[in-house]
């Protein structure tokens, strides 16, 4: 509170050489100014006396655990259309626990330390009949029919604790529990690579009763991949499939991931099963023609074109090839699926070869780059699998010839190059563009 001092008017020293009345009204006015003050003081301190009390009655006074009530007795959760509703005040900020008691003494926790303000308004906890079971696959449960105990206990930072007990009859239907049974996650290695060796990993499982599914995958630094969201699944054999990759196809870094597949019934029961899977070897391969030369530029019908191209694996993952190998020669007549019994088909996505193709092809997609050649200077017999497939290792650069026998009767050919992988694409398409006039 500040204090008021009467003062004398600026240009006096002293309050005696004012006017008689000048002296009386300042002392009246004064005075006047120390009671309202004094009024004001005493008003504030009753406020906050008021207040403080209405603190105490509303919060602070009384049991820790205020009312502590539930919506019913008896509960049949697998015919209710709606939750059991736990409710309770609390008089102090404090923690609070609220479990189930089974007939036996076994304890299924709904709350465990769960900070509360003090507040008047009760806080509600719906119960659906589940808890947590403490078991690693059956991770949630539909509590069975029978006697329970509800309990809630509150306890201060000060160590003050109470608690209430409700007694509580489940009734209803036992419903059989859900499970993934014969969970199998193979191969437990995988190489998101595309080169269609352990590309992807097959999750199969049997569910003994219809479910709700998730399966996610957790990263080493944590960050989830979701595989299956929410997918309703029936009583039967399952089956899915992960590529190692992101949703959006992002690449995921090599290492250890943990996998979980959940199964929730509608119920809530809810059971899971976990495993890891290793990625190794990832990546997106890439590689780039270097340079394409194709000459003679003039033959005569029956005459033989040679087709020079250099070739470099810019990514960092091998590239896996088949033959037929460099130098090996067609006729305009063939097609790579038609040559030594058809033993060089298109197989699936993985294996890339280079390509020769003309303008005037008529063979539609399907038979798109009819010449094509292994990805790899070494003769087969030196090939990793010899004469059946080879590796182009990342960072190399290798030269591939490939030869035709021109018996197409056209005048001018624009013969071109280009990179293919089985069963996916055409990469860096209709590269080196080269005319060869045809004489006959």
């Keep these: 509170m500040v204090d008021f001092h009467e003062v004398a008017p600026q240009g006096y020293t002293d309050d005696s050489a004012l006017p008689l009345t000048l002296q009386k009204a300042t002392q009246h006015v004064s005075g006047g100014l120390r009671y309202i003050m004094a009024m004001t003081r005493t008003a504030w301190i009753l406020i906050t006396l008021v207040a403080t009390a209405l603190l105490l009655i509303g919060c602070g006074g ?49 709350r465990r330390a769960q900070p509360r303000v003090a507040s008047r308004t009760p806080y509600v906890l719906r119960f659906d009949g589940t808890a947590p079971t403490g078991d690693p696959v059956l991770v949630r449960r539909l509590l069975p029919p029978g006697a329970y105990t509800i309990v809630v206990a509150a306890q201060t930072n000060a160590g003050q604790r109470e608690e209430r007990r409700l007694a509580l009859t489940i009734t209803g239907d036992e419903a059989p529990l859900p499970d993934i049974e014969n969970l199998t996650v193979m191969p437990a290695i995988i190489s998101p690579n595309a080169d269609a060796i352990d590309d992807v990993a097959e999750f199969t499982y049997r569910l003994p009763v219809s479910a709700t599914v998730d399966i996610e995958v957790i990263a080493p630094d944590g960050a989830i991949i979701p595989v299956v ?123 890339w070869r280079l390509g020769m193709d003309w303008d005037a092809n008529s063979g539609g997609g399907a038979k798109r780059y009819p010449f094509r050649w292994a990805l790899s200077a070494r003769p087969p017999e030196q090939w990793s699998a010899p004469g059946v497939e080879d590796f182009f290792m990342p960072g190399e650069e290798i030269t591939i010839v490939g030869r035709v026998r021109v018996l197409q009767r056209e005048t001018k050919m624009g013969f071109y190059v280009g990179l293919i992988q089985d069963g996916v694409g055409f990469f860096q398409d209709r590269t080196g563009r080269t005319i060869v006039e045809v004489g006959f």
């Design 229 to 351: 969201t929410r997918e309703d699944e029936g009583p039967y054999e399952q089956h899915h499939v992960w590529n190692g990759k992101r949703p959006n196809g992002a690449l995921l870094p090599a290492g250890v991931y943990t996998y979980t597949v959940r199964a929730e019934d509608r119920f809530g029961n809810l059971a899971q099963r976990q495993g890891s899977i290793e990625l190794a070897n990832v990546g997106q391969p890439e590689a780039r023609i270097v340079s394409a030369y194709i000459a003679p530029q003039r033959v005569m019908l029956g005459e033989v074109i040679t087709v020079t191209v250099r070739v470099r694996n810019t990514g960092t993952v091998p590239i896996r090839t088949y033959g037929p190998p460099s130098g090996f020669e067609y006729t305009t007549d063939e097609v790579f699926s038609s040559i030594e019994g058809g033993r060089y088909a298109a197989q699936a996505g993985g294996f």
């Design 62 to 110: 009384g049991p820790l655990l205020g009312d502590v009530t539930l919506s019913a007795d008896t509960f049949a959760p697998t015919e209710a259309n709606a939750p059991l509703t736990i409710a309770y005040t609390v008089s102090h900020d404090a923690t609070v626990d609220i479990y189930v008691l089974d007939a036996s003494g076994a304890r299924y926790d709904l």
